[in-house]
């Protein structure tokens, strides 16, 4: 079956997720056991999206807050050592079992799904989307392993970015273990507008699901589910801190499509577009 692209809207989900406060003791508490990886997306699988594609899985992703710091880095042009604003943030995800339907009962997949040639892939890509004053800017994220090493310094960990981190799916953690097959990554960005107060970052690659559309003229279009965190940050290019950064509601799943220039286009719409529940 295939769905219209009017017919499918662009906000498809919504997930909860838990965000630090400095007035609360209990969360502060549970974000230094957590080791600050504060900000959780829901796994969100509906028995819709189950059944539709039978080999889906969607990763536990779990956050730190997003953060700014100046760091001495090599500037390529004249091989000195400059101080450079880096925005990044470091992740985990683990892989949950998810429920399947019933293979007693009969049911025909939604989407004709064509096996692998081998096991699933963890590919991410965190962009980071700036918005004020009616002006969008898309800011990808970059290889900057200079800079990953002294974030590695500062967060204390060992996170691989973008590219290090490509690989196979780590095995199943169920819920109730006490230790968990988790995999670290860090995304970093430089040369972000300073003047930026609200800006969005999607997460693509934590999970293989999809939808098959029809778009305009009737041409197919296939969409693949996104997680997007808002935020905003108060002050200016003048006093650019760290703690300035504030999540704007929760995190949540969208689906936009792979087809570049129509991606722009949705991506633009998402700075306006989210559900009820993520409004402050």
Known sequence: MRHSLKQF?????????????AGNPILAQNQSLNRGFS????????????AAQKSLWVL??????????????????TGKKEKTL???????????PIERPDDKNEFTPENAEVPPPGPPLFVPEITLITNDNGQQKIYPNQILPEAEALINQRERGQFKNAVEIIGELPAETPLDSKEDNAIYGVCVWTGVDPNTDYFTLLFSGLSNGYKNIEGPEGKPITLRKVLVQQYWRPGDEFGQQEQE???KGIPYWVYLPDDPEMAAKMKKELQIEEPAETKP
Request: charged share 25%.
């Open 9 to 21: 809207p662009l906000i498809a989900f919504t997930c909860s997720c838990i965000l630090y406060s």
């Open 39 to 50: 900000i959780k997306a829901d796994i969100t699988a509906t028995g819709e999206e189950r």
């Open 245 to 247: 950064f504030r999540p």
């Open 86 to 96: 880096v925005w990044y943030i470091v992740y985990k995800c683990i892989l949950r």
């Open 60 to 77: 536990d992703a779990i956050f730190k807050p997003m953060r700014m710091v100046r760091l001495d880095l090599t500037n390529p042009k």
